[in-house]
């Protein structure tokens, strides 16, 4: 395939955007947020997997455009829980639930469990412009504290302590947390991708 330019980002999110410009500034890529466009489609995440999420917000956006799209979904999956919540850790404590409520059902649910093994894992979808779909991850392993640390970061990064730290993600300094985060190792690989059809 060749590099491809216009690149569509399937999302609103100004703090992704600017991570998506300066890991690609190398590339002679274009890159347009779903903001810019001409009433962009609402996705509803409701796939099973975070592929299938990732995958469903770049195809309904390649739809719209007809341009290579780039989306994105991220999972928190907790060993004792099963792997949960995984797809469900936006919505953990209920659909209308706060980042704070997922936090607190969180803790709740490892309350006494020994077992603390956690992964953030990221999967980035790639539509091209002819529709090919190429997918990319990155997970960051770590465990879940007995309490909230930090103030840094959203979600659940007072709750993460990366595998080899001593803080947890929200105690961290944001640039050394980009550096090592499932998404950035997700982004990495995608980045590597770009580069070879440059």
């Known amino acids: 395939m060749s590099l491809p330019s216009p690149l569509i980002l399937a999302t609103g999110n100004p703090g992704k955007v600017a991570e998506l410009r300066a890991l690609l ?53 907790v060993a004792a829980l099963g792997g949960g ?48 779909a190429r997918t990319f991850e990155g997970i960051c392993r770590g465990t879940i504290s007995t309490a909230p640390r930090g103030t840094g970061g959203f979600g659940y990064d007072p709750l993460f302590q990366p595998e080899g730290y001593d803080q947890t993600f929200a105690e961290m300094p944001a640039d050394a947390k980009n550096k090592i985060s499932h998404r950035r190792r997700a982004l990495d690989a995608l980045h590597d991708f770009l580069a070879d059809a440059a």
């Open 25 to 77: 500034a190398d590339l002679s890529v274009e890159l347009i947020p779903a903001a810019d466009l001409d009433a962009p489609p609402e996705v509803v995440e409701d796939a099973g997997t975070l592929a299938g999420n990732a995958q469903k917000k770049a195809r309904t956006l390649h739809a719209h455009t007809g341009q290579a799209t780039l989306a994105d979904d991220t999972g928190l999956e």
């Open 85 to 132: 919540p995984g797809v469900h850790t936006a919505r953990f404590a209920g659909p209308d639930a706060t980042p704070a409520d997922n936090k607190q059902r969180l803790l709740n649910e490892m309350d006494g469990v020994d077992d603390r093994r956690a992964r953030f894992r990221t999967v980035v979808a790639l539509i091209e412009a002819d529709g090919t």
